[in-house]
């Protein structure tokens, strides 16, 4: 049995996606984008986990638990068992663990769909935790590569999450640390998986040319016996209140890792279209205006980035780039410069009728893409929010120059921002950096 709650729709031409969302009667809800011209079908599962889920006592345990359910369950007992099962429908089943969830995807034939989600369902039903021993040893390995020699981390996103949101969750390692991760038991991930893996805590889904109702029916075969479990709760995400503010870590190397964060509002907020547009307008092909002032026009790095990563109640605008040591004072004073720029001159006419096109061009693009967009409405429907891609096209479309100015110069003011450095900077430039949160701090008039 099932309870079909919602069902929301966007209908066209038959290219066009037909949204639809239908909750199971154990809660799991599925959600559906049928895209009759594709000759494949993806699926995501999504479940809440990663750090921001996380007691510090358990942090890394989500990340394990997601690793250790490839190991085996009761119908393939082992990883080899299930790897041949799962590789034989379909192209492999991936998972990964974010700050806030785990995914699982794969992409199959649609007329073998149901014999993929069921050894999903069979992977959630009776997880054994085989050989739990050698995930550990993986892991281990994977976190090595964040650390150098003596063993402290410097990965600058873990060091930037962890200054800018220090006494919550969120801000932890996905990974964990490895003296936790060592000890975690049998005992512990199963704890994890019952309190989080509940079938009302799941959200299955599924892109491609399937037919909404069929894609319940498979689910329901494959995940309707799963146990609704407890509803997880999301801790809510606290940030420093001193900014301005500045971390820096002393690592040798040929390169200077640095970011540059700022807190925004979250991606249901009226403000998010007006944000995409602002990071697009940064980082969003060769003419962007990240690569074309900091890349082509004075040389700096060879490559600089700008995003967003959204949670559930809050978000954060993100710079990031690998320079050599000498350049790190000059890259972050044209990233402030051009941060500045965004909300004191609005997007020129070309300038914003290439933005608008080539984000026309990216949502047809998906259009083409079952992967991306299985998991682009699975996270949607995993936040709860509603399923309306036509009506995000539409509130990004409907936004001029000057909205996008009104919203970085709220937003993305120098007082809010956090820059993170990891790197090998002599005296003279460590100084400077010194100086600039200094002026970042006590802003002069005018």
Wanted: proline share 5%.
């Amino acid at each position: 049995m099932r309870n079909k709650q919602t069902t929301e729709s966007r209908k066209g031409d038959t290219r066009a996606r037909v949204e639809a969302r239908t909750v199971l009667s154990n809660g799991l809800t599925v959600v559906t984008a049928r895209l009759s011209h594709l000759h494949t079908a993806s699926m995501s599962l999504f479940a809440p986990g990663g750090p921001r889920h996380e007691a510090k006592e358990d942090n890394g345990l989500s990340h394990l638990v997601e690793h250790a359910l490839f190991r085996g369950c009761a119908a393939y007992p082992s990883a080899q068992d299930f790897n041949e099962a799962i590789e034989a429908c379909s192209l492999g089943l991936g998972a990964a663990t974010y700050r806030e969830f785990v995914v699982f995807d794969g992409t199959c034939r649609p007329r073998r769909l149901s014999d993929l989600l069921d050894l999903v369902g069979a992977m959630l039903a009776a997880p054994t935790w085989t050989d739990l021993h050698i995930e550990q040893r993986i892991i281990v390995e994977e976190l090595q590569d964040e650390r150098d020699e003596s063993g402290r981390d410097v990965d600058v996103d873990n060091i930037a999450k962890l200054t800018l949101m220090p006494d919550c969750g969120a801000g932890r390692k996905i990974g964990g640390e490895i003296h936790r991760v060592k000890r975690f038991t049998v005992d512990d991930c199963q704890r994890w998986f019952e309190d989080h893996y509940g079938a009302q805590n799941l959200v299955l889904s599924v892109a491609g040319p399937l037919e909404h109702e069929a894609v319940v029916a498979a689910a329901e075969q494959a995940f309707g016996a799963l146990p609704a479990g407890r509803a997880a709760s999301r801790p809510p995400v606290t940030v420093r209140p001193d900014l301005p503010a500045m971390e820096y870590v002393e690592h040798g190397g040929s390169q200077t890792s640095l970011q540059l964060a700022w807190l925004v509002p979250t991606p249901a907020s009226p403000e998010w279209p007006a944000l995409v547009a602002a990071q697009r307008l940064l980082d969003d092909g060769s003419c962007a205006r990240l690569r074309r002032r900091v890349t082509d026009d004075d040389g700096l790095a060879y490559h600089i980035s700008a995003s967003l990563e959204g949670f559930t109640d809050r978000a954060l605008f993100v710079v990031e780039a690998d320079v050599s040591h000498d350049n790190v004072l000059p890259v972050i004073d044209a990233v402030l410069e051009e941060i500045d720029r965004l909300g004191s001159v609005p997007a020129l006419p070309g300038e914003w009728e290439r933005l608008r096109y080539r984000y026309g061009l990216d949502l047809e693009a998906t259009q083409d893409a079952a992967p991306e967009t299985a998991y682009r409405d699975g996270l949607t429907a995993f936040y709860r929010r509603p399923l309306d891609s036509e009506g995000r096209r539409a509130r990004f479309m409907a936004l001029s120059p000057q909205n996008v100015t009104d919203a970085a110069k709220g937003l993305l003011d120098r007082s809010g921002v956090q820059i993170t450095v990891v790197g090998d900077l002599d005296p003279l430039h460590r100084a400077g950096l010194r100086r600039r949160i200094h002026r970042l701090r006590t802003p002069t008039d005018g």
